[in-house]
Nanobody, 123 residues
Framework: QVHVVESGGGLVQAGGSLRLSCAAS????????MGWFRQAPGKEREFVAA????????LYAESVRGRFTISRDNAKNTVYLQMNRLEPEDTAVYYC????????????????WGQGTQVTVSS
């Protein structure tokens, strides 16, 4: 199991960009699939993006495809979420998740979760 900590959230105007980071501890980070989720006020947590450790293949929610990019740097034990063309509807707490099963990450039942970082997009 890895321990993950998110950072990089903040307040941004619509159309702007932010890059979230998720730093992981543990020597086996490179063998973990990683994902990002978000939860807006009054809504359930939803999948945003995931990246496989095997080939760095990526998955995206339809609502963010083409605007968000997930990437990972195994040397730095960090996964990123570059968010461009942000919309007020992207306002949420963003969470990082890690698991050795990609399906488990995508389903939202990963073993490891961070505390979240707030992203607020003003109109």
């Amino acid at each position: 199991q890895v321990h993950v900590v998110e950072s990089g959230g903040g307040l941004v105007q619509a159309g702007g960009s932010l890059r979230l980071s998720c730093a992981a501890s543990g020597r086996t980070f490179s063998r973990y699939h990683m994902g990002w989720f978000r939860q807006a006020p009054g809504k359930e947590r939803e999948f945003v993006a995931a990246i496989s450790w095997r080939d760095a293949s990526t998955l995206y929610a339809e609502s963010v495809r083409g605007r968000f990019t997930i990437s990972r740097d195994n040397a730095k034990n960090t996964v990123y979420l570059q968010m461009n063309r942000l919309e007020p509807e992207d306002t949420a707490v963003y969470y990082c998740a890690a698991d050795d099963s990609l399906a488990t990450v995508v389903s939202g039942t990963a073993d490891s979760w961070g505390q979240g970082t707030q992203v607020t997009v003003s109109s």
